[in-house]
């Protein structure tokens, strides 16, 4: 069964350092998504593409996070720098456009800002 | 008021119980609605989803819409150990893809 990949699983860093997460949706999922978690929360949607277009990024702080997906397949997000508040779960969801609001999601990159 | 209300539990129910799960929701324009089951450390995975008010069933799950009361329930029939997790409610408008979820419900089913 096709899955929603993301590496790393776990990331810890120091503030003010820059992480990257890696995201590769299922295969011919034309829309992609970045969530936020936080601990007893549910998930936040930080940046939507749809291809290599943005179609929403209404949430996503864009002083330190910085979201591509060049080539419309693969897709990462960048904090630079980051900061103790950003620890939190990073998932990565995926749909196809006939079936665009059923979403996929990835294991997940846990991260923890030291 | 928030967008999508769930009470964040635990609901503890026995095993072989029925478990409601109940969300409400503010935006009038949405049109589909998710349920996710979350288990700890995991990521969501999708248990159902339902468009049209009344009922719809999966196996031991149903899911309940009141469009107009804004309201959307599921139900887990003969409830076990392995269904205790964190249940999220996402109302999303149709043609957008964006999900808008709740806290989530964590679920304890005790043996």
């Known amino acids: 069964e096709a899955e929603v990949a993301q590496s790393p699983r776990y990331k810890i860093t120091e503030k003010s350092q820059a992480v990257a997460f890696w995201c590769d949706p299922i295969?011919?999922?034309?829309?992609l998504y970045w969530y936020r978690q936080i601990l007893g929360q549910g998930p936040e949607l930080l940046v939507q593409f749809q291809d290599e277009s943005v179609v929403d990024d209404s949430q996503l702080p864009k002083d330190r996070f910085s979201a591509e997906r060049l080539k419309g397949v693969d897709s990462t997000l960048k904090i630079q720098p980051a900061e103790l508040g950003d620890s939190a779960m990073y998932l990565c969801a995926s749909s196809s456009q006939y079936q665009e609001e059923t979403q996929y999601f990835g294991p997940g990159t846990r991260l923890l800002v030291l | 008021q928030k967008e999508v209300e769930q009470n964040s539990g635990p609901l503890s129910v026995p095993e072989g119980a029925i478990a409601s799960l109940n969300c409400t929701y503010s935006d009038r324009g949405s049109q589909s609605f998710f349920w996710y089951r979350q288990y700890s450390g995991k990521s969501p995975e999708l248990i159902m989803f339902?468009?049209?008010?009344g009922d719809k069933e999966d196996g031991r799950f149903t899911a309940q819409l009141n469009k107009a009361s804004q309201y959307v329930s599921l139900l887990i029939r003969d409830s076990q150990p392995s269904d205790s997790a964190t249940y999220l409610c996402?109302?999303?408008?149709?043609?957008?893809?964006?999900?808008?979820f709740g806290q989530g419900t964590t679920l304890q089913v005790k043996p």
């Open positions: 996402a109302p999303g408008p149709r043609n957008t893809g964006k999900l808008i």
């Open positions: 295969s011919g999922h034309a829309t």
């Open positions: 339902i468009y049209s008010n």
